[in-house]
């Protein structure tokens, strides 16, 4: 891809990879499931089942707990040797009585995994055998969601999850005017999903948020155990998802995606699907507020006018800290993207931008966000691993690199500062009340940045010094 500027063409460079061994090395990317049954989570009262085995039940609910620092309960079918052989029918109708007598939930996630995806389970076939044979009472919505990790990514499952919750619930309840707002807000820390309901909230909106785990997955102090969190989406409000006035997705490469829940939403009832990048800086979180704006018809509320001077005059005072700064960033392809547009509104330059993400997207999206000069010295990494992403980083030299706690292993190596972004957060605390969005995301990022290269300059230096 070229673009022009001052009749000089410039190349963003987009590398495919071409593996040498048949399996990834540590790849940047996680399993398809994780990604549902994280959507699943944030559902009021429903628990995700994995229609597998257990080990990948218990792999999921590692790395959830590690970043969130919450239990999580995740249900598996626990797959044989025999079932292995003769299909799961039996294992997923035993599992699905199980959670419905010992939780009583209001919503059932079956995910499947790779490996009942790999012996042809006929999935939807097993569930309604499993209805036929129930009471309408006695069983809660059951949502299943395909999610084979060889083909795709966390990002894939969690994005099929929601549009597969809005494509078995969603309908329209009514004929008055339509009201309120669908709020898709893709994978964002639940820091970040309080902050976009409090924004919504700010224009008089009422939001059908999907997923919302910012309750469940980071709440406060239990006296006693819970076996199904307080918090999440109910399961009614998505319902009538169908009535609302608009359905504002985020997401920079989610967006050249056709098949997600806000254009199902659009087809199937006609709510206006408002798609957008990740709220991160200046530039993008203007436009999520001026969607608001439009969907209530009501002005910028003065809260944010005041936020938005304060990251304005957060970054001149601190421009000449990251000026023409060298940076890395990977992770998902979405995040990836919205850390980059906030990086070219900063002055920072990124040189390697790398994602496990097999879309196809990511290129075209930064093609868009980073200006034409910067780009013959950008390297963009599709499907990549790590040995990939690190071998770039290497030949680059960053600065900086941005992104998940996976990282830090290349970090260490190269002696290249690390700023933790993204999830799996699973080496310091926090992670999941990082907040990206919004101005008062980007000014909090903007910080951590500018102090991590501050850092690394005071102990480098020979005499060091405590003012600047």
Known sequence: ?????????????????????????????????????????????????????????????????????????????????????????????????????????????????????????????FIKQYLAGQTAASVPPIVHTSTPSYQGSHMEGFHRAVLATVATLAARQKETEAAGVNLFPGMLSPADIRHLKEMTAAFGLAAMVLPDYSQTLDGGLWESY??????????????????????????????????????????????????????MGIRHTDAFLQALSAVSGRPVPTVYREQRGRLLDTLVDGHKHVNNIRAAVYGEEDLVAGIVAFLTEIGIHPVVCGSGGHSRHLTGVLEDLVPASWRAEMTVLEGADFTAIETAVAKAQPDLIIGQSKGYAMSRRLSIPLVRVGFPIHDRMGGSRLLHVGYE????????????????????????????
């Open 1 to 125: 891809m070229t673009a022009s500027e001052n009749n000089v063409e410039y190349t963003l460079k987009q590398i495919e990879i071409t593996p040498t061994v048949s399996a990834a090395q540590n790849a940047c990317k996680l399993c398809a499931p994780l990604g549902a049954a994280l959507v699943y989570k944030g559902i009021r009262g429903a628990v995700p089942l994995l229609h597998g085995s257990q080990g990948c039940s218990t792999y999921i609910r590692r790395y959830l707990i590690s970043h969130y620092k919450e239990p999580v309960d995740i249900a598996c079918s626990n797959f044989g040797e025999q079932t292995a052989v003769f299909g799961g029918a039996v294992n997923l109708k035993l599992a699905l009585e199980n959670i419905c007598r010992q939780y009583e939930p209001s919503l059932i996630g079956v995910a499947t995994t790779c490996l009942s995806e790999t012996i042809g389970d006929d999935v939807p076939m």
């Open 226 to 279: 819970h076996r199904i969190p307080a918090g999440g989406t109910p399961v009614d409000a998505i319902a009538h998802a169908g009535d609302a006035a608009a359905s504002i997705e985020l997401g920079h490469a989610l967006a050249h995606v056709a098949e997600t829940a806000a254009a199902l939403l659009d087809e199937r009832f006609g709510v206006r699907a408002v798609r957008l990048g990740f709220p």
């Open 441 to 468: 995301g980007a000014m909090a990022l903007f910080d951590r940045i500018a102090n991590a290269l501050i850092e690394q300059r005071q102990d480098g230096s020979e005499v060091g010094y405590t003012y600047m």
